[in-house]
């Protein structure tokens, strides 16, 4: 009982580490730049990990000429 702070401590870092691991991939991806890597992570943030799917699948949205 007394490491039931520091369990939930460690829970919650795993947690957030799994909740941005989408964010730093969709950030550090080179199929995107500027304002569509903007969305792209706009949307991983605020849709949810549905977003990251459809980034691996659909990005870029415009091909480079």
Same mark, same amino acid.
């Given at each position: 009982?007394?490491?039931?702070?520091?369990?939930?401590?460690?829970?919650?870092t795993i947690i957030g580490? *799994?909740?941005?691991?989408?964010? %730093? *991939?969709?950030?550090?991806?080179?199929? /995107? /730049?500027?304002?569509?890597?903007?969305?792209?992570?706009?949307?991983? %943030? !605020? %849709?949810?990990? !549905?977003?990251? *799917? !459809?980034?691996?699948?659909?990005?870029?949205?415009?091909?480079?000429?």
């Amino acid at each position: 009982m007394e490491n039931s702070g520091l369990d939930g401590l460690a829970f919650l870092t795993i947690i957030g580490l *799994i909740w941005l691991f989408p964010i %730093i *991939i969709v950030i550090s991806s080179s199929k /995107t /730049t500027g304002s569509e890597k903007l969305a792209w992570v706009l949307a991983v %943030i !605020f %849709i949810s990990w !549905f977003a990251w *799917i !459809f980034y691996l699948l659909l990005a870029p949205i415009k091909k480079k000429q």
